[in-house]
Nanobody, 126 residues
Framework: QVQLVESGGGSVQAGGSLRLSCAAS????????MGWFRQASGKEREGVAA????????GYADSVKGRFTISRDNAKNTVSLQMNRLKPEDTAMYYC???????????????????WGQGTQVTVSS
């Protein structure tokens, strides 16, 4: 079993930055694909960024490319999402997730993420 706990959410003005972190429990962390997802009020959950177990490969939703960066530290069992140049449309609950079999952000494969955190709220004001 893997438990995920997110932190780092908050409120920021447009153009600002936030860094989300996710701490994972479990000795198998370095074997897992990790992803960040978000869900805005009234909308479906969507993939934001994902990273391979080694950290070599990453993937991003088109809407955040060039602004968000995902990284992981396997020694500390953490994954982070650095969010720059935030926009009001980035406002959402952000979730950390882990998968044994899929390292991507395609919403069609969201069910392949096996473990989920409780989420952390990000609010961007204009």
């Amino acid at each position: 079993q893997v438990q995920l706990v997110e932190s780092g959410g908050g409120s920021v003005q447009a153009g600002g930055s936030l860094r989300l972190s996710c701490a994972a429990s479990g000795y198998t962390y370095s074997s897992l694909c990790m992803g960040w997802f978000r869900q805005a009020s009234g909308k479906e959950r969507e993939g934001v960024a994902a990273i391979s177990p080694s950290g070599v490969a990453t993937g991003y939703a088109d809407s955040v490319k060039g602004r968000f960066t995902i990284s992981r530290d396997n020694a500390k069992n953490t994954v982070s999402l650095q969010m720059n140049r935030l926009k009001p449309e980035d406002t959402a609950m952000y979730y950390c997730a882990a998968s044994w079999s899929y390292c991507g952000v395609d919403g069609a494969h969201i069910s392949r993420y096996n473990y989920w955190g409780q989420g952390t709220q990000v609010t961007v004001s204009s």
